[in-house]
């Protein structure tokens, strides 16, 4: 069975502080693997991973791709209250796309 | 900018009432999805359609049907609601060959009293 593991499901750390969250897999006919934000509405699209070791970086986000041992990471560094959200991990397999349960992070001032 | 627009932002129904969720696309796009969201379960999908008329089963179809007489519409009908079908529903659209890059949209918290 397809499955979508993040961790953890929830965090709390301090403005300023550095987090990774973590999301492993195991699918079938993998395509690429997505990360979405999650604030009080729509989930928002941050990053597509295709291949293994190519880091993608947007501002202080970054995330990494490790496709032998069926891993991704997300990291957040210098967090800032407004990086409060859920942030939900996916693999795109064939046409169908399967999410974790996602990550609840808290930042506090 | 691609806007994928739900018809209510919270509803509150009755059980054994017929409800219907509706999502509007404006960008085309081929395909459609409805998931919903639960706390500790994530999003699961219910249905999805790649054109017009079709429709495909997801993960926790039952209980749902759906309709997709217009491209840029996609409606979720729960036939005779229940109290564990109390949910977020989000509708989410993307072109025929961009799976990855799903547009959202806001969501439909359905409460089923």
């Known amino acids: 069975e397809d499955k979508v593991v993040q961790s953890p499901l929830s965090l709390v750390v301090h403005e300023g502080d550095t987090v990774t969250l973590n999301c492993s897999y195991e699918?079938?006919?993998?395509?690429?693997l997505l990360w979405y934000k999650q604030e009080k509405k729509a989930p928002t699209f941050l990053f597509m991973l295709?291949?293994?070791?190519i880091e993608k970086k947007s501002g202080r986000l970054s995330s990494i791709l490790d496709k032998k041992e069926l891993f991704s990471i997300l990291n957040i560094t210098a967090t800032q209250t407004g990086d409060s959200a859920i942030y939900l991990c996916?693999?795109?397999?064939?046409?169908?796309?399967?999410f974790g349960k996602g990550t609840r992070l808290h930042i506090l001032p | 900018d691609v806007k994928v627009t739900q018809s209510s932002r919270y509803l509150v129904k009755r059980t054994g009432e017929k409800v219907f969720l509706e999502c509007v696309q404006d960008m085309d796009h081929e395909n459609m999805f409805w998931y919903r969201q639960d706390p500790g379960l994530g999003l699961r999908l219910i249905y999805f359609s790649y054109d017009v008329k079709m429709k495909e089963k997801g993960d926790i179809p039952e209980g749902y049907s759906v309709s997709r007489e217009k491209k840029e519409r996609f409606s979720l009908i729960l036939e005779s609601a229940s109290t564990n079908q109390t949910s977020m529903y989000l509708c989410a659209s993307s072109h025929r060959d961009e799976y990855e890059t799903l547009h959202f949209g806001n969501g439909t918290r359905l409460t089923v009293t």
């Open positions: 699918v079938t006919n993998f395509r690429s």
């Open positions: 295709t291949s293994s070791g």
């Open positions: 996916a693999v795109l397999r064939d046409d169908k796309i399967i």
